[in-house]
């Protein structure tokens, strides 16, 4: 079984779900196409890299940022659905299963989650298989009493575990598969493509430089700009500019609209901002999309102040920008079991939940 999982910082950590596909010998092929602190956008960068033919399962893990966004109002329910489709349609096209893992973040455990809610909807009726580790969450509150704040590291990853053992339930769910009754269907439902606009592709004047940066897991080659340069986009149809993939560690200041001056995006999270740290790539929305093209269109980068003593230089390492193509929706086919979407989180292995609960109980003393 040749498996793909593309996601973000959950699904790359280690000894969690990417350690759980990446050793097991019912996987006979694996690629990991996640970066971190990203949303449902980022999935405008991922599509141009991945071949799906070359994969039998597609694991899209997006959910735990895209609430955090849509709860900020920074991107809307029906942009953040139709974004996941672009992956769940073209992977089923290339006859690549696509399986939906819906991730939770702590602070949304009791509040409303319009992007689960969302999926749930479509994914049952579409036939898609999902984990939906809120369900999991609640359920283990019933049968052991813990706490869902005791299945957290922080924030937005759960205890590696937990995250092992989603991993290790939805191997099993694919062994039992009968992938010779997967049929692709037209769902009647539309979604608008995503596309990728490098660097490479845009004429930038002012300061600028090619570098390379790397993490752990990546190397990709950005273009740092100063305070002032501008880029300019030849857009060959109309587009709305609804994403920025850039190297946060290395990257502070706004994107503006060249001409009015009007703010687009805005970078200046401390967290991911290090002098010390490569790489922390990362795909964003834009807070103000911006409807362009066709024809060119100019953003300019401006720095923003940053104290402290030893205070790095100001720039932004951008890799490129995400498009929305508009006027060219397509229409959604999945590829999945016959019948309504299979909960997974409902077919696990109970023993192996109980004894890794214990487990976990008993290194906590």
């Known amino acids: 079984m040749r498996v793909l999982l593309s996601g973000t910082s959950n699904s790359i950590i280690a000894d969690g779900i990417s350690t759980v596909l990446a050793r097991s010998p019912d996987v006979t092929q694996f690629r990991n196409a996640s970066y971190g602190a990203s949303g449902t956008v980022a999935i405008g960068d991922h599509l141009r890299g991945i071949d799906f033919a070359a994969h039998d399962v597609c694991i899209i893990d997006y959910c735990v940022n895209e609430e955090v966004f849509l709860f900020q109002n920074l991107t809307a329910l029906e942009d953040a659905l139709s974004n996941m489709f672009n992956m769940v349609d073209a992977a089923s096209r290339a006859g690549c299963l ?25 994914l049952r009726a579409f036939g898609v298989p999902f984990f939906n580790a809120y369900d999991h969450i609640t359920a283990l509150g019933t049968r052991y009493g813990i706490v869902p704040d005791d299945l957290f590291m922080d924030a937005n990853h759960i205890q590696r575990w ?22 692709l269907r037209e769902t009647g439902q539309s979604y608008r493509p995503l596309a990728f ?72 999270v401390p967290s991911l901002f290090s002098a010390k740290r490569g790489l922390t790539l990362v795909s964003l929305p834009m807070p103000a999309p911006w409807q362009i093209g066709p024809g060119p269109a100019r953003v300019r980068f401006e720095g923003l102040a940053l104290a402290g003593p030893d205070r790095p230089e100001i720039r932004l390492e951008l890799s490129g920008l995400i498009l929305t193509l508009l006027d060219q929706d397509r229409p959604l086919a999945v590829l999945a079991p016959e019948g309504e979407g299979v909960c997974i989180d409902r077919q696990i292995d109970l023993a192996e939940e109980a004894r890794l609960v214990q487990q976990a109980r008993a290194e906590r003393g």
């Not at 430089?209 to 990546?218: G, P, Y």
């Open 162 to 183: 937990l995250n092992k053992f989603i991993g290790q339930q939805i191997i099993a769910f694919l062994k039992g598969l009968d992938f010779t009754a997967l049929r």
């Open 98 to 122: 696509p399986v939906v893992l819906i991730l939770p973040t702590q602070q949304r455990i009791d509040r409303a989650r319009p992007l689960e809610a969302g999926l749930l909807e479509r």
């Open 197 to 268: 606009l490098p660097h490479e592709r845009m004429a930038i004047t002012g300061d600028s430089r090619i570098v390379a940066q790397e993490s752990r897991l990546m190397t990709r080659e950005v273009v740092s700009l100063a305070p002032g340069a501008v880029m300019q986009l030849d857009l060959p149809a109309p587009c709305i500019l609804s994403g920025v993939t850039l190297n946060a560690a290395r990257s502070w200041g706004r994107l503006t609209q060249a001409e009015s001056g009007a703010e687009l995006f805005r970078t200046n």
